[in-house]
C-alpha cells in the first residue's frame, strides 16, 4: 500500500466496523450460526480474525501484483480482482434477498454485504495507482 496512512486506517475502521456487524445479529441469525456452523462469527474476536484474514490475504494479494508483474499487465490482474469481488457482492445480495436471511438481522445482513464492498475499494484503488503507473511506463 505503498505506506499510505489514511487508506490503511480507513482499511482497518471498516475491518473493524464489518467484524463488529457479523459478530451481532439477532436471536434468530445466532441461531442460524449455530444450526449452520458459522463457528467463524461467533463471537467478535472470531469474526475479527475471519475479516482480517481476508482482507489481509486480499492486500498481500495486491501487492504481490504490484511487485511481480510488469506495469502493462497489472491492470488486467486488479480488473479480474475487481469482477471477482462484484462477482462476491452480488452473490451476497442474493443469498441475503432470501427470506430466511431477512430475519437474522439488518447489522448482519450489512455486515456481510460490507466484505465484499472493502475487497472491491481495496482492488480499484489498486487498479487506479496501476494504470498511472502503466501511463508512466514508456513502451514496455
Known sequence: MKR??????LLVVLSVTDAYMLAHPN????????????????????ALATVGLVVGISLLICEIIRIKTPPRIAPWWYLMLMVLGMALFAHV???????????TGKSFIYGAHLLPIILIGLFTKYFITALFEARKTPGV
Not at 27 to 46: E, M, V
Not at 93 to 103: G, K, N
Open 93 to 103: 445480495y442474493v443469498t441475503f434477498s432470501s427470506f430466511t436471511y431477512r430475519l
Open 4 to 9: 499510505n496512512l489514511t487508506s490503511t486506517l
Open 27 to 46: 436471536l434468530i441469525g445466532r441461531l442460524g450460526i449455530l444450526f449452520y456452523k458459522h463457528d467463524y462469527l461467533k463471537t467478535f474476536p472470531r
